[in-house]
């Protein structure tokens, strides 16, 4: 089954990437956008055909690796 | 004396940490790949700074994985002492040994550069040697170095004491909000900081670069008495 997980900076949390990518995108011309945030998509497989099963899984993957909770959310999606 | 320094994929601080322990300080050093599980009875451990797996996925992430700490926690649970520099207390972050996280620098810059640290707790294994409220130069080397935690974790911190060392000026004294003082605007200026029972400690600045004058003259050998 293929998985997707989003990976998103915590609201509050400073995001100096959003912001620099943010006024790379003013700088050329697209001066109305604002509240950029720069996010991470994980794609893998896993060896799974029940969807609730892989999502449990993969939520284990977050807590241990993919995500830092301290300061990072995470949403996982089964393709 | 026996010190033992984790080696991973990207360290780059650990010939500086293995040359102050084995030839300034006469230790027994051993240096450990991340994938042995032996830390060989060491009295210290030291997480060495660099860019461990290329910083991918977040500083430090892959080395919390690695299997060697689960031996580091093993030893920080039966009272064993860690010191973690730069990306060493990135990883100890990353693993849960100590809270809190190191987020990319305020101004977003990489700083190389020395840095005034004053000393605000003497009551870890690594700081006792040291005078409280003395105050130290030694150079900071990161891209991400920018010291957060949630409001509840902050105060426990400063409320148990667990600060450890605070940027500031060469007086001593601290501004939050000053670039100059506090480069990379990490919360309340904290430049390192300790667990509970002060047997683990990680910090931004490397000590391991203060220790002989002939290559810091400005640091001079100020970093040396956090390893003896």
Known sequence: MKMQVFVRLKTGVLDVQGKAVEKGLHDIGFGDVGNLRVGKLIEFEVEETDSNRAKDKVKQMCEKLLANTVIESYEIKSL | ?228
Request: aromatic share 8%; net charge neutral; proline share 4%.
């Open chain 2, 1 to 228: 004396m026996r010190a033992t320094i984790i080696r991973f994929p990207g360290s780059n601080c650990d010939h500086d940490v293995e040359h102050l322990y084995g030839t300034l300080l006469g230790a027994s050093t051993s240096v450990i790949w991340h994938t042995e599980r032996d830390l060989k009875k060491p009295d210290f451990v030291v997480l060495p700074g660099g860019f461990s797996f290329g910083d991918y996925l977040r500083t430090g992430a892959l080395a919390r994985v690695s299997p060697v700490m689960d031996s580091v926690k093993k030893f920080v649970s039966e009272g064993g002492s860690v010191i973690g520099i730069c990306n060493g207390f990135q990883i100890l972050c990353e693993c849960g040994l100590l809270p809190g996280v190191l987020l990319r620098n305020i101004e977003r810059q990489f700083l190389s550069r020395f840095v005034s640290i004053r000393v605000e707790s003497t009551a870890s294994t690594f700081t006792q040697k040291f005078q409280k409220n003395s105050v130290l130069t030694c150079p900071v080397a990161h891209g991400e170095g920018n010291y957060f935690c949630d409001q509840e974790t902050l105060k426990a911190l400063e409320g148990d004491g667990q600060v450890v060392f605070r940027y500031c000026d060469r007086s001593g004294s601290r501004d939050d909000s000053s670039r100059e003082i506090n480069p990379n605007g990490s919360l309340n200026s904290i430049a390192g900081i300790m667990n509970a029972k002060g047997n683990v400690v990680g910090l931004m600045p490397h000590p391991e670069r203060a220790v002989e004058t002939l290559v810091g003259a400005v640091g001079g050998t100020t970093g040396l008495a956090m390893f003896q």
